[in-house]
């Protein structure tokens, strides 16, 4: 590029800048004292307009568009809505407003001109703030925003200067009334005293889980069994269940829709979408919880410890949350026993109905390990292998568990070889749901396996499904889901390797 045309380039930035300099200067409007010329602070200072103890103040009153907004009265100390004693009010919130008012501050100020306050908004306000502080009211009408360095227009009751009021004074008072009402109370519940869910859909599945004592677990390192929406109950995931329960135990409200209302249907929750109930316990008033000696199976993997609390010190409680239509990203929502509706988000509401027992059970057919149980009985096609277990002294091979099969002891420098079909068993997973379209040719167990644990036994038997990858399993008599065909049969295999330990 020639110098010339370098030269021209750069007088055409120049002057597009000068005109674009010109324009501000003419176009947005300036502060102004007396002479003419703007009175500004100094970078980083400010003027103090007004300091208000926010102690005194008794009333407040907020005007946008030439109706009053918000009207709030302090009798005897307490906070309420002048045309509505009744409503009860958040004082934490209601004072929170007053922190912008100790002190009333502007970065600037403009001569006040009559003429001339349609330019700065102030010929018909945004809003009208008035504050009523022992025996002065204070006022101030807030116009346009100010350009470039932000804030507002504003006058005060006096009406001799124009401020540009900080942003702070127009966006705290920029609130509608349901902002400070007092909202029903959401528990914090603690997860591990939660006992009981329950969510009710009105188009969809049902989903319903309870803390199971040792006795009634479907696992025994679940402690929750799932009960609906199957017949049967499973076993909740070990490890995927806490975060589940998170769904339950910090809820909050999103905005207060109306408060009291007299129509619940238009929110739709007259006949609502879903009912959530949770049950739960906190300690009764004086007791202090404390953490368990050992923690719990489900809890061992972290390392971390329960806080109990004992039956006679629990004071049990019950959350219950309607669902209703839903709005943009929310869900009108409502407590049971309050006609108050709120908003909560589309994230919060879904996690908690539209949970499915197959993606939150525990996959495992069966997870207990050997060592655990006082043996297992094995039958495929016409052999049974019957395994006994019993707790001894650990010899010089490492082994405390003295196992037989068939009533033969096997020698304890044998028992990794004649624990690898249980280790193989013990990895099954349920992989998919069983369709009861899908009719077997037969129904005679390919392979069953009686676990006998120390208060029951657990009953698997493996079925025919499809011929070609599954088999169904029924796990004593919970046969919903499949398994895979070969892993099946490498069990079977891994058995029969084992008969001539006899």
């Known amino acids: 590029m020639s110098k010339k045309k370098k030269n021209l380039f750069t007088l055409l930035g120049l002057s597009a800048l000068l005109i674009v300099c010109l324009v501000l200067y003419f176009v947005v ?8 010329d703007e009175t500004e602070t100094t970078a980083g200072e400010e003027i103090t307009v007004d300091e208000i103890d926010s102690s005194t103040i008794t009333g407040v009153e907020i005007q946008k568009e030439g109706k009053t907004t918000l009207s709030l009265l302090k009798e005897e100390e307490v906070w309420h809505l002048t045309e509505d004693k009744s409503i009860p009010l958040d004082e934490e919130s209601v004072t929170g407003l007053f922190d912008c008012l100790n002190p009333v501050k502007a970065a600037k100020t403009v001569e006040k001109d009559d003429s001339k306050l349609s330019d700065y908004g102030l ?3 945004v809003m009208i703030i008035n504050v009523t502080a022992g025996d002065t009211t204070y006022q101030y009408h807030l116009g346009i925003a100010v350009p470039v360095e932000g804030g507002y227009y504003g006058l005060t009751d006096t009406g001799d200067k124009i401020y540009c009021f900080n942003e702070d004074l127009y966006t705290t008072f920029d609130i509608s009334r349901n902002v400070l009402i007092q909202r029903d109370e959401l528990p914090d519940i603690e997860e591990n005293y939660m006992t009981y869910l329950l969510v009710e859909n009105k188009n969809g599945k049902d989903f319903e889980a309870k803390a199971a004592d040792e006795e009634e677990r479907v696992d025994q390192y679940s402690d929750w ?9 499973l076993a909740a995931s070990v490890k995927d269940w806490s975060t589940i329960l998170e769904s339950f135990t910090s809820l909050s409200f999103g905005g207060l829709v109306q408060y009291k209302a007299a129509d619940l249907s238009k929110y739709g929750l007259k006949d609502p979408a879903s009912v959530i109930t949770v049950t739960y316990y906190e300690a009764k008033e004086g007791y202090t919880p404390k953490a368990t000696a050992t923690p719990s199976q489900s809890d061992s993997s972290s390392g971390t410890e329960k806080e109990t609390i004992p039956e006679k010190y629990r004071d049990y409680k019950t959350l219950k949350l309607y669902v209703g239509n839903k709005k943009g990203e929310n869900y009108y929502v409502c407590l049971k026993g309050s006609r108050n509706v709120y908003t909560m988000t589309e994230g919060t509401v879904e996690s908690m109905t539209k949970l499915d027992a197959y993606a939150s059970m525990d996959h495992s057919v069966y997870s207990t390990m050997a060592t655990d149980i006082k043996g297992y009985d094995v039958t495929y096609g016409n052999t049974t292998l ?6 001894k002294e650990k010899d010089e091979n490492g082994s405390s568990n003295m196992w037989t099969l068939n009533g033969n002891e096997i020698a304890s420098e044998k028992e990794e070889d004649f624990l690898k079909p249980y280790s193989a068993a013990y990895l099954l997973t349920f992989t998919s749901k069983a369709k009861e379209s899908v009719k077997p ?11 006998h644990e120390n208060n029951r036994d657990v009953t698997v038997r493996y079925l025919p499904y499809d011929d070609t990858n599954f088999y169904r399993v029924d796990k004593n008599g919970m046969d919903y889901f499949l398994v895979d065909k070969l892993s ?4 079977i295999t891994k058995f029969k390797e084992i008969e001539k330990l006899q």
């Not at 409007?29 to 003419?36: A, C, I, N």
């Not at 069994?225 to 109950?233: C, L, M, S, V």
């Not at 019957?386 to 707790?391: I, P």
């Not at 099946?488 to 069990?491: E, L, M, P, Q, T």
């Open 29 to 36: 409007p300036k502060s102004k004292d007396t002479d003419g």
């Open 123 to 125: 010929d018909h306000p």
């Open 225 to 233: 069994n799932i009960t609906k929406p199957y017949a049967e109950p």
């Open 386 to 391: 019957k395994v006994t277990r019993k707790d």
């Open 441 to 451: 040719k037969s129904k005679t167990p390919v392979l069953t396996i009686v676990y």
């Open 488 to 491: 099946v049969d490498d069990v």
